[in-house]
Structures are given as C-alpha cells and as structure tokens.
C-alpha cells in the first residue's frame, strides 16, 4: 500500500481508504449494505491487512448507526487507524439538526466522538455547502476544536469552487485552521471536478479524497449495455439515485472500455477504475466500501495494479469531459500560460471545441 501525503499537511494516508456507508443499512442506506459489528470486524481486518490507516465515516450515515457500529470494530486498533468523519446533513428534526452553525457542529462532534468510542478524530469534513450560516461562524468553530484537541485536521466536501475558495480565504485572513482534504465526487463517469475543484485543490495545497470512484457501482463491469441491471445492485432500489446518468451511450462506452482493460489485466473492471483516479493529479486516496468481502478484497486489490500509458490515455479520452465556458475560451486563447492546476483540466486528451 502506498502512503501519500493529505494536501500540504504533514498527515500520511494510505492510498486506498475504507468507507462505511454499507454499515447498519438504516434507512435508504439499506440500499448500499447492512454490515453488522461482526462483519464491520472482519472488513477492517481485512483493510488493515492491505494496508489502509484510514477509515472514513459520516454522522448522517444510517443516522449515527454506521458511527457506532465502526466504533465497536476498531476496539483495539485505535491507535493504528485514522478516522474520518462528517457533519452538516440533517439527522433529525429540530430547528437546529442540520447546518453548520456552531451549534450543530459542536453538539455533532461530541456525539461522533461518544458513538466512535474516541476522544478525537483525525480529519472532521464539513459534508455539505450551508448558505445560511456566516462562513466565519462555521470556520471558528472548527478552528476552536482543532485547538482544542477534538480534531486533527479539517476537510471539505461537495463545495462548489466559490465557495471553497472564499472558505481558505476567511481562515488564511484571520489565521484559523484551513482545510487540507477535498472529499470529492471523482469517476470516470463524471469529470465534472476537474473544472474548478481538482484545479483548485492543486493550487491551494488540498488533498483530494475521492468518494464513490466506481459511480455508484456502475462501473463495477456488472452494468452492460442491453442487459438489465443486476439483481441486489442500488440502480434497483428507490431509496438511492446518486449519481445521476447524463450520458448513458457515453456511460457504456467507458464500461466497455473497461472491460477490456481489466481483461488484459485479468482484473476486475472496479480495480482499473480505481487504478486510474490513484494515477490523477492531487488524489491522495480512494474511498472504497462494499457490501460483501469479496468486493472489499477485490476494490483494495487495485492498490496495486499499474495501468499502461496507453491503457490510461485511452481511459482519458473515452471519459473528457465537455469544455464548459470559460474553460473552451481559455484552451482556445490561455494555453501557452497554463500551469499545473490548468492542466488537470487542460491535457493533450481534452477535446478542444
């Protein structure tokens, strides 16, 4: 397993993280898995075996189950293992059970902390953009925690690049702690990060945490063009849409593209999914969840796998996405300037309109 450091911070994490969404199944996560203490024991077992100090969770999932449930699965390997989790979503139904004022956001973590069973946690993501709260409320809060020894480091997900960047701007201006990790969406199926986020996270020192890099199981290779979903996958379950399909020819086209990789590789079309986000600039780690232990064993297996330059410039011309304005004006007038963020975006690969 390789270890690669979180953005600009000293923090190392391994390339590969375990995530939790499959834990306790409540709700609409039953769609994603009902893992059991039992069985989170045993995926832990096996992600530490491979490798991974990181295990991400969130407060939201199965409304605090999935916390509790991985709690009871690290006694004895606390020190061994970093945790992430989350806060923002709504998890009830007062005034104040979602946001990031500072009330939500202290009484969340300290419930994290009692359900994970730890006096802190390593990175703490805001999980989601609130527009009602003053950024300055939310950035103080947390640069309060940090201070205090409850936090370690902080991270950021589902930000639009606005957003983020008047985020690090507030934090730098009054010396608060500044985010480190960009928990992103990142698949082969969508792009749409590289536009401002990737570019963005290179620029301001974040590492990038990539969050459903086989979008949704799509990309597992068990989705083929004219055959009906399988039978048990989240495509069939009402209680989940993410991600949303805007080009389902462009879809297919990739999984077949896939396909062929991994049959050259005698792999699994998941693990050349996940070997191509580890090879993109500024990804520090993939998260990966599944809901059986062969899956878990397989998606950790892609830590390893190397792609050919051919196999992975194929992958990037059969997944650009559409230059958007006022990228296509730039590839057209700005490219004898770009520098490293540009080219997240702007490669030889991106089809220039």
């Given at each position: 397993m390789e270890y690669r450091q979180l953005g600009g911070s000293g923090l190392r994490v391994s390339a590969i993280t375990m995530g939790t969404m499959t834990f306790a199944g409540d709700d609409k996560f039953g769609a994603l898995g009902s893992t059991d203490v039992e069985g989170a024991r045993r995926q832990v077992g096996m992600a530490v075996d491979a490798g991974v100090n990181l295990i991400d969770t969130a407060n939201m999932y199965s409304t605090g189950a999935a916390e509790e449930i991985l709690g009871r699965a690290i006694e004895g390997r606390r020190d061994d293992l970093l945790i992430s989790t989350k806060v923002r979503m709504v998890v009830g139904d007062g005034p104040n059970d979602g946001g990031l004022s500072r009330y939500h956001i202290i009484q969340q973590l300290e419930k994290s902390l009692r359900r994970l069973r730890t006096d802190h946690v390593d990175i703490y993501h805001v999980h989601e953009w609130d527009g009602q709260t003053p950024l300055e409320e939310t950035l103080e809060a947390l640069d309060t925690l940090v201070r205090s020894g409850k936090i370690r480091y902080l991270g950021v997900s589902n930000y639009t690049g606005?957003?983020?960047?008047?985020?690090?701007?507030?934090?730098?201006?009054?010396?608060?702690?500044?985010?480190?990790?960009?928990?992103?969406?990142?698949?082969?199926?969508?792009?749409?990060?590289?536009?401002?986020?990737?570019?963005?996270?290179?620029?301001?020192?974040?590492?990038?945490?990539?969050?459903?890099?086989?979008?949704?199981?799509?990309?597992?290779?068990?989705?083929?063009?004219?055959?009906?979903?399988?039978?048990?996958?989240?495509?069939?379950?009402?209680?989940?849409?993410?991600?949303?399909?805007?080009?389902?020819?462009?879809?297919?086209?990739?999984?077949?593209?896939?396909?062929?990789?991994?049959?050259?590789?005698?792999?699994?079309?998941?693990?050349?999914?996940?070997?191509?986000?580890?090879?993109?600039?500024?990804?520090?780690?993939?998260?990966?969840?599944?809901?059986?232990?062969?899956?878990?064993?397989?998606?950790?297996?892609?830590?390893?796998?190397?792609?050919?330059?051919?196999?992975?410039?194929?992958?990037?011309?059969?997944?650009?996405?559409?230059?958007?304005?006022?990228?296509?004006?730039?590839?057209?007038?700005?490219?004898?300037?770009?520098g490293a963020p540009d080219l997240a975006l702007h490669n030889e690969h991106t089809p220039v309109p």
């Open positions: 606005w957003q983020l960047m008047k985020a690090l701007a507030i934090s730098d201006a009054r010396g608060w702690q500044r985010f480190v990790s960009n928990q992103i969406y990142y698949s082969l199926e969508s792009r749409d990060s590289e536009y401002e986020l990737v570019p963005l996270s290179l620029d301001q020192g974040l590492g990038i945490m990539v969050w459903s890099p086989l979008a949704g199981g799509l990309l597992s290779g068990k989705h083929r063009r004219g055959q009906n979903a399988p039978e048990g996958t989240r495509q069939l379950d009402s209680r989940w849409n993410e991600p949303p399909i805007r080009d389902t020819e462009k879809l297919y086209d990739i999984i077949d593209l896939l396909v062929r990789i991994a049959d050259g590789h005698g792999v699994s079309a998941a693990q050349v999914a996940i070997a191509y986000l580890l090879r993109k600039p500024g990804v520090s780690s993939v998260i990966i969840g599944a809901r059986k232990d062969e899956q878990l064993a397989d998606n950790l297996a892609a830590a390893e796998l190397t792609l050919a330059e051919d196999e992975f410039v194929a992958l990037e011309r059969a997944s650009a996405p559409y230059l958007i304005y006022p990228h296509w004006h730039q590839a057209q007038n700005a490219q004898e300037r770009f």
